[in-house]
């Protein structure tokens, strides 16, 4: 099994930055794509930032140029830099492990206020 160690939600204004960070631990074999995805209710969750284990990222169009995703070298630990926060930021942030045998956190949340 899988288990993702999710940190860094919370509460912040408009305009704001947060910084969530997602550690793997367990039967990893190796090095995995992780990712963010997001989720409000009555939404399907969506992809906002993915990243391999060679290094290479993709974002979604509404996240480009104000978040940042990295990974700890070697490590299935990965981070989401969140700037220029806006409320329609406001979700539920989960990290995802894996692509084809995928592993979820338990998701932290986020809240951009106006």
């Known amino acids: 099994q899988v288990r993702l160690v999710e940190s860094g939600g919370g509460l912040v204004q408009a305009g704001g930055s947060l910084r969530l960070s997602c550690a793997a631990s367990?039967?990893?074999?190796?090095?995995?794509?992780m990712g963010w995805h997001r989720q409000t209710p009555g939404k399907q969750r969506e992809l906002v930032a993915s990243?391999?284990?060679?290094?290479?990222?993709n974002y979604a169009e509404s996240v480009k140029g104000r978040f940042t995703i990295s990974r700890e070298t070697g490590k299935n630990t990965v981070y989401l830099q969140m700037n220029s926060l806006g409320p329609e930021d406001t979700a539920v942030y989960y990290c995802?492990?894996?692509?084809?045998?995928?592993?979820w956190g338990q998701g932290t949340q986020v809240t951009v206020s106006s």
């Open positions: 995802r492990f894996g692509v084809s045998n995928t592993y």
């Open positions: 367990g039967r990893l074999f190796g090095l995995n794509t």
């Open positions: 990243i391999t284990s060679g290094g290479t990222t």
